[in-house]
């Protein structure tokens, strides 16, 4: 049976402006540390293409822009969630104080916004870059999202998504929705006091096209040179694609 779940704007934006004070405490003893690595392996990658500007679609507290504003990327958050907004503001200026008392260097301070990918409010082709982290699964408008990120791409530019998945091999899927369906919830539940947001979670992957059928996805909407990098034996995939050249 097909599950359904509510993706609506103001739904998802209060659910995780509900979180937002716990949010990167959970993502952290959730994951075990490992969201961590996969987002280094997202910066790793992108930075091979040496980008000098870049949008964090989905961005939260804002964990991948700083971690390319660290890199000296001009780096712009946009997030639906302006609770977690907040938090990614404070956190950025605490690490630019850092990074510019430490090392003498001028930095970006990035700039936060809160927008819908679908309607997002730049003009076209302005960024080199576009990365998303753990939020796609969640837009109400994919598609148009989708098209709304190659408008603003600059040709050539890299879209670099992360996403949740569900491992193929047997045994670790077994382990894995263990964990996933039923003790994340119960310690999400305890630690937010949020009934609904970690039970989300795991309905919102299970909806998600996974593996080939999200790059097949990204084909359909015009993307080129699609690649897939599967993380943690499938618990997490990157997916990165570029937007054609003009000719």
């Not at 090392?103 to 960024?127: M, R, T």
Request: with cysteine; hydrophobic share 40%; net charge positive.
């Amino acid at each position: 049976m097909e599950v359904k779940i509510n993706k609506e704007k103001t739904i998802i934006a209060a659910m995780f402006n509900s979180i937002a004070a716990n949010y990167d405490k959970l993502n952290h003893i959730l994951s075990l540390g490992i969201d961590k690595y996969w987002r280094s392996v997202l910066i790793k990658e992108v930075l091979k293409d040496k980008p000098y500007t870049a949008l964090d679609i989905a961005c939260g507290t804002g964990d991948i822009t700083i971690a390319l504003m660290k890199r000296g990327v001009k780096a712009t958050g946009l997030d639906i969630a302006d609770k977690m907004l907040e938090r990614a503001i404070t956190k950025s200026k605490k690490s630019i104080k850092r990074l510019r008392h430490k090392s003498g260097k001028q930095y970006f301070l990035p700039e936060y916004i809160c927008a819908s990918a679908h309607q997002l409010p730049f003009d076209k082709e302005v960024f080199d870059l576009v990365t998303i982290g753990f939020g796609i699964r969640n837009f109400e408008h994919r598609g148009e999202s989708l098209l709304e990120m190659q408008r603003v791409l600059k040709p050539g530019g890299r879209l670099a998504i992360l996403e949740f998945a569900t491992p193929r091999n047997y045994l670790w899927r077994n382990i894995y929705n263990i964990y996933f369906l039923k003790i994340l919830p119960y310690i999400g539940k305890l630690i937010s006091g949020d009934n609904n947001a970690y039970s989300y979670l795991p309905s919102s992957v299970g909806t998600f096209p996974q593996y080939k059928e999200f790059s097949r996805e990204l084909e359909h909407f015009g993307y080129v040179n699609i690649e897939m990098k599967i993380l943690t034996g499938g618990v997490s995939v990157l997916y990165t694609a570029k937007k054609m050249k003009s000719d």
